[in-house]
């Protein structure tokens, strides 16, 4: 059923498991002060007032415009209960990623509820589960921060900057460093997987310069180190779009390996054949990577 409420009486501590959109944002304030609110905020009520899960950006615009009070629909009188009701409706309400690993997070945490009993109460697998709790589990304080304020993009991080973690065992503090230097700098996600590629492979000077801020100059570098290719003979221009396609699935199919919707036994039979191929040549390949590798640096 849906109420008015006032703001004064809303618990807001869950806006950080939501991520912010300025461009959406910006939208909606316009459309609020001409129309008003119309969709309701949900949350759960509490002794005094009630705890907000949803619809935090209407809130943040109804402030702005100077607006005391909300429609409001009630998700129940227990927190737990309420995150499991949004998650269960999340396609709806288009959670995010990590907007889910958030609040599936604080299941396990602050209400000390097993995988086990999360995936259940959320017609979820413990997979689905599993996969959630591990992305928070291998981010810092600061680089959930960024991510979930917007100053850095959720996909560069996702699929660019997460995977170094595990093909080249970058540790948290240098991924910290990398996403905090690069916050906030309206950067396009082609320019932080650059920057990427030469923070993490590259030289020290190359870090240092992202360090400090200066993206400019490596930019600028990785832009002439890209036309220096057009000096390449056919065969050497065949074999850098090879790499790069290497790359690129590469961190496809790391980012595709813990998605619960892998699950038919069709598909574990023959991925379980053609992964074994690939294992077997791992040492051979990456031999003769690194020797070309190191040959490319002396030149």
Not at 108 to 120: D, F, N
Not at 133 to 143: A, H, Q, R, T
Not at 222 to 236: K, S, V
Request: proline share 4%.
């Amino acid at each position: 059923m849906v109420r008015e409420i006032e703001f004064s009486r809303l618990d807001v501590r869950y806006e950080r498991y939501r991520m912010r959109h300025r461009a959406v944002e910006a939208q909606l304030l316009s459309s609020i002060a001409e129309n008003g609110i119309i969709e309701p905020l949900e949350g759960v009520d509490i002794r005094d007032g009630h705890t907000l899960l949803n619809g935090f950006k209407r809130w943040r615009c109804a402030l702005k415009l100077g607006l005391k009070i909300a429609p409001y629909v009630s998700l129940g009188e227990d927190e737990a209960q309420g995150i499991v009701a949004l998650l269960r409706a999340s396609n709806d309400r288009a959670l995010s990623l990590l907007e889910q690993a958030g609040f599936v997070d604080e299941l396990k945490r602050l209400h000390q509820m097993s995988v086990t009993q999360i995936a259940e109460a959320l017609a979820r697998s413990k997979a689905w589960v599993s996969v959630r709790l591990g992305i928070l589990g291998e981010m810092s304080p600061v680089v959930r921060q960024k991510l979930f304020t917007g100053a850095f993009p959720v996909y560069a991080y996702m699929y660019t900057v997460r995977p170094f973690m595990r093909i080249n065992k970058v540790k948290p503090g240098e991924v910290e460093e990398f996403v905090a230097a690069l916050s906030g700098k309206n950067l396009s996600v082609r320019q932080i997987e650059q920057l990427a590629h030469g923070y993490f492979r590259g030289p020290e000077s190359f870090r240092e310069q992202i360090r400090h801020g200066n993206v400019a100059l490596p930019l600028e570098q990785m832009r002439r180190a890209a036309e220096a290719g057009d000096g390449c003979n056919a065969f050497e221009q065949v074999m850098l779009r090879d790499i790069e396609i290497a790359h690129k699935y590469m961190q496809r199919v790391m980012g595709k390996c813990h998605d619960p919707r892998l699950s038919t036994p069709a598909f574990h039979a023959q991925a379980h054949l053609l992964l074994a191929g690939l294992l077997g040549r791992e040492p051979a390949f990456f031999q003769t990577v690194r020797q070309l590798h190191d040959r490319s640096g002396q030149t």
